[in-house]
């Protein structure tokens, strides 16, 4: 498969700090597709993030994409207190390209030359566009693939565990606003019903929650009838009056628009890098309300591929850890508080303490 490329624009690069160790962007000799691999750190031990296979406007933006997530993915796993540095890997599809299953087994083939090439420096998993039958492909040619199903010896999609990494960190946040960690009565606007947000909203409906839900797939009214819950379009999510708002879907969501017309009390989700930019932080503090850093709270999942697959895992003892998320949401609520600072700055202190130890 050959796909014509969109003539070249740096914009997409421009502003992003490059700290990364290594970047690979190659073109897969199968499927034709642009494909980024971002070492961002492996001061902690081997770099681990999940590959996503995403529509975008131009391949530079691809690569832009991958290393905002494997910078976040370096924070993520040391703020997690993983033995793991942060990469990710994204393929890049022009806008409106659908593949075919061929095409898909021919682009992870691809990925899996990429990620072998880099010798053991990246471990990769599923991500958006992926799963973990995808992974097993990948696994055909590289080692370096968690995550794969349990019918190929893996321990397949790590959806249900960061979900109820979102879910500990909900609470937490609740907590931090109301004094209690009850979820019953509270109303919850959740963007983005896909594998995550998908178990959020029927764990939260479960405990008693009032929902407000929304989704590009508008297929998804189908589960948000299922709940009981209220229906509204992406576009207007943030304008409801709640609780909390919770961003499942893609990153970025947090524009200055969007922070000047939100609602809520507190901002608490599973999606990555949810800031358009580190002032949006700043900017949810001096409207008053509280965020939880997003690589705090969807570390779940990178807990549960760390650790399910080492011989003789305790599952008991994985779901602690990923039940602790919220324990260490609330760590960085009272030292921002105390230090006068944004949860985001908190947060990263926290992760940075870490890296520094391990020079």
């Not at 073109?27 to 770099?47: E, F």
């Not at 919850?188 to 764990?203: D, M, N, P, T, Y």
Request: hydrophobic share 45%; proline share 3%; net charge negative.
């Amino acid at each position: 498969m050959t796909l014509s490329q969109p003539s070249l624009s740096l914009d997409a690069l421009a502003g992003i700090p490059f700290t990364h160790e290594r970047v690979l962007i190659t073109t897969g000799v199968r499927s034709g597709l642009v494909i980024t691999v971002a070492v961002h750190s492996t001061r902690l031990g081997q770099a681990l993030g999940g590959a996503r296979v995403w529509q975008y406007e131009n391949w530079t933006e691809a690569v832009a994409d991958a290393l905002r997530l494997s910078a976040a993915m370096t924070l993520k796993n040391s703020a997690a207190g993983l033995t793991r540095g942060g990469g990710k890997s994204v393929i890049y599809l022009p806008v409106g390209t659908v593949l075919t299953d061929e095409q898909k087994r021919d682009a992870m083939l691809d990925l899996g030359d990429a990620i072998e090439s880099l010798n053991g420096a990246y471990m990769t998993a599923e991500d958006v566009g992926t799963s973990a039958e995808l992974m097993a492909i990948v696994a055909e040619r590289t080692p370096n693939v968690c995550g794969l199903p349990a019918s190929s010896g893996g321990v397949g999609e790590p959806a249900d565990a960061t979900a109820a990494g979102v879910y500990a960190s909900l609470v937490a946040t609740l907590e931090a606003l109301f004094g209690s960690r009850e979820v019953s009565g509270r109303h919850i606007v959740i963007s983005g019903l896909g594998q995550v947000g998908g178990r959020l909203a029927r764990a939260l409906a479960a405990a008693g929650a009032q929902l407000t839900v929304t989704d590009v797939n508008l297929d998804k009214r189908e589960l948000a009838e299922e709940l009981g819950a209220d229906w509204v379009p992406v576009a207007g999510a943030h304008r409801v009056q709640a609780d909390l708002f919770v961003p499942c879907g893609l990153g970025g969501v947090l524009t200055p628009q969007v922070i000047g017309e939100l609602n809520v009390l507190g901002v608490v989700g599973a999606a990555n890098n949810q800031l358009e930019s580190s002032e949006g932080a700043a900017e949810l503090d001096a409207r008053g309300i509280l965020w939880a850093p997003d690589f705090v709270v969807n570390a779940g999942g990178v807990i549960y591929l760390a650790y399910a697959g080492e011989p003789g895992a305790d599952l008991d003892a994985i779901a602690a850890r990923v039940d602790a998320i919220g324990d260490t949401v609330a760590t960085i609520f009272t030292d921002a508080r105390a230090q006068g600072i944004t949860t985001l700055e908190a947060a990263e202190r926290l992760a940075a303490a870490r890296l520094d130890a391990a020079e």
